[in-house]
């Protein structure tokens, strides 16, 4: 079986119901179940025998050394992250706990527990670590797009201790031998997303008709990957990767901020147009910029389309049609999210 961490997060969580989808192997999940982490995201695995939910932190080493004793772990898949910016610039120790600390124990429990495989099972253990575009910092407008070989540059606390987790795992293969894999992806949307980010934001707003709030000028460009193609990737980095090697992860979809946001109130206009018959555009609301918010992110996956044989199903277009769809059509999932915390976050991160 495989170990995830973090899978009843947003990432996390689509990667468990996809693989579960498609294979009978079965997943031990743990999840420290924060604000982010949400277990109605796996309801419909409740009475599923292969997925074996536990409540934890990866910075509990006897926990961690613990489960992958009992059981027969042939991979480690870790996306458990803080992950929004916003909230690593007002509250940074968090991150550090978590993105760094407690990669650097999920790094020592599974060294240990690799050290006492026999040989077979040695030579075929993975340690997956799931990371981000934003450690590389920066891009101008009409700079190529981030390769694997692209310096590390992060600009804020949230990418900073991505990148020294990057750096955790590549220093435990040189160091130790561990056989690692690292992914980077651009911007994930889709289904489960909790709606502090951009989309589930704007959707949550405007059907809400509360402002949509755009830093700065709006013009910030992401390149766009709809979750269940960020899935599809790992499975196959997984399945085909080469020990030591990173790949980027990329949904070939540049796209400003003000350009999504226009996206989805299109879309809204004509799946749930309003009485009145106005635009949701009209709610739109330019706030201040985020502080060292990087102007560009753009993911260069020729890599591991030219390696590996994969690339994203999904176009900007239908990605977000699929999205727009899926909160559309669970109502309660986003109302059950939105407690009285939650909205506070908002007042204090918008005002």
């Given at each position: ?21 498609q294979?009978?192997e ?57 992950s ?5 610039i ?22 240990k ?44 606390p ?53 402002p ?57 206009d ?37 390696e590996?044989?994969?690339r ?16 559309l ?13 939650y ?9």
């Amino acid at each position: 079986m495989i170990l995830v961490t973090g899978g009843a997060g947003f990432i996390g969580s689509n990667f468990v119901l996809d693989w579960l989808s498609q294979s009978d192997e079965a997943i031990i999940n743990i999840d420290k179940l924060t604000y982010a982490g949400n277990l109605e995201n796996l309801k419909s695995l409740k009475d599923n025998p292969l997925h074996i939910f536990v409540k934890g932190d990866i910075g509990d080493a006897n926990l961690i050394s613990e489960l992958l004793n009992n059981y027969s772990v042939r991979a480690i898949l870790n996306f458990a992250a803080e992950s929004h910016v916003d909230r690593s610039i007002h509250g940074p120790a968090d991150f550090i706990q978590t993105n760094v600390i407690g990669t650097f124990n999920l790094l020592e429990c599974a060294r240990k527990y690799w050290g006492l495989l026999g040989e077979k099972d040695k030579k075929s253990f993975r340690f997956l670590h799931v990371s981000t575009d934003e450690v590389f910092g920066s891009l101008a407008p009409q700079e190529p797009a981030f390769t694997e070989s692209h310096p590390y540059e992060p600009n804020s606390p949230y990418s900073a201790t991505k990148a020294a987790s990057d750096h955790l795992v590549r220093a435990w293969l040189h160091t130790y031998g561990m056989p690692v894999l690292t992914t980077n992806c651009s911007n994930n949307y889709g289904p489960f997303h909790f709606p502090e980010k951009l989309i589930p934001l704007v959707i949550h707003n405007a059907l809400k008709g509360d402002p949509l709030p755009i830093y700065g000028d709006g013009q910030q460009i992401r390149d766009w990957l709809y979750v269940t193609d960020h899935c599809s990737a790992i499975r196959c980095v997984l399945e085909k990767g080469v020990v030591g090697e990173t790949y980027n992860i990329g949904g070939c979809n540049e796209k400003a901020n003000l350009q999504v946001v226009h996206t989805i109130c299109e879309l809204l206009d004509a799946k749930k147009p309003k009485s009145d018959g106005s635009s949701y555009k009209n709610q739109i609301t330019f706030v201040t910029d985020r502080p060292g918010h990087d102007k560009r992110y753009a993911m260069d996956a020729s890599k591991i389309e030219r390696e590996l044989g994969w690339r994203p199903l999904q176009t900007f277009e239908t990605g977000m049609t699929k999205t727009v769809d899926w909160y559309l059509n669970n109502p309660q999932w986003t109302e059950n999210v939105t407690s009285g915390a939650y909205k506070d976050w908002l007042a204090k991160q918008y005002v």
